[in-house]
T-cell receptor
Framework: GAVVSQHPSRVICKSGTSVKIECRSL??????MFWYRQFPKQSLMLMAT?????????EQGVEKDKFLINHASLTLSTLTVTSAHPEDSSFYIC?????????????FGQGTRLTVV | QQQVKQSPQSLIVQKGGISIINCAYE??????FPWYQQFPGKGPALLIA?????SEKKEGRFTISFNKSAKQFSLHIMDSQPGDSATYFC????????????FGSGTRLSIRP
């Protein structure tokens, strides 16, 4: 299957700082990428959908100024958590889809564990 | 209408037994139903998926049964092994475009040796 690489896998940052998480599709062009947040023992919660070259679409209740998403190329999307606070500590997962009317299968990254201290 | 309901929340099965996880959906626009397996600290990985034009799909020890009229589908893991211990998520989406995937709440499966 296709490979989606997410970096870093773990990050610890101080409260008030910003953290950037990268999501790359290694062997296909990702028209659409999705960003999820997962709390312990819970399901994946979709945060936003990003399409290459356009603004991300955020789910209700997700602060777009806090979670900045950039999808500047067909193989890279980034999520920046700005002014992070302890409550932002979570497991963040991206997925990428070739889209374009073909199979809708989404390929997931390995996730990023963010801890804000 | 966007929800996918999954049960049970947790499941313990003896090695060699059959693990069964059930899901139900409401939105009839969904036409692609994947199952994902997630190990601790990892992203989910596609296990098996089905479209509603068939009632069953089997891949190795994993089988999806699909009941379109009841809007229900289930995952059966035959001859369950300790390595199958993971969290399983059912999901629903639309096949024809890169649509949002709606996840179930997850089932934590433990296989006892």
């Amino acid at each position: 299957g296709a490979v989606v690489s997410q970096h870093p896998s773990r990050v610890i940052c101080k409260s008030g700082t910003s953290v950037k998480i990268e999501c790359r599709s290694l062997d296909f062009q990702a028209t659409t990428m999705f960003w999820y947040r997962q709390f312990p023992k819970q399901s994946l919660m979709l945060m936003a959908t990003s399409n290459e070259g356009s603004k991300a679409t955020y789910e209700q209740g997700v602060e777009k100024d806090k979670f900045l998403i950039n999808h500047a190329s067909l193989t890279l999307s980034t999520l920046t958590v700005t002014s992070a606070h302890p409550e932002d500590s979570s497991f963040y997962i991206c997925s990428a889809s070739p889209g374009q009317g073909s199979i809708t299968e989404a390929f997931f990254g390995q996730g990023t564990r963010l801890t804000v201290v | 209408q966007q929800q996918v309901k999954q049960s049970p929340q947790s499941l313990i099965v003896q090695k060699g037994g059959i693990s069964i996880i059930n899901c139900a959906y409401e939105n009839t626009a969904f036409d692609y139903f994947p199952w994902y397996q997630q190990f601790p600290g990892k992203g989910p990985a596609l296990l098996i998926a089905i479209r509603p034009d068939v009632s069953e799909k089997k891949e190795g020890r994993f089988t999806i049964s699909f009941n379109k009229s009841a809007k229900q589908f289930s995952l059966h893991i035959m001859d369950s092994q300790p390595g199958d211990s993971a969290t399983y998520f059912c999901a629903a989406t639309r096949y024809s475009s890169a649509s949002k995937i709606i996840f179930g709440s997850g089932t934590r499966l433990s296989i006892r040796p």
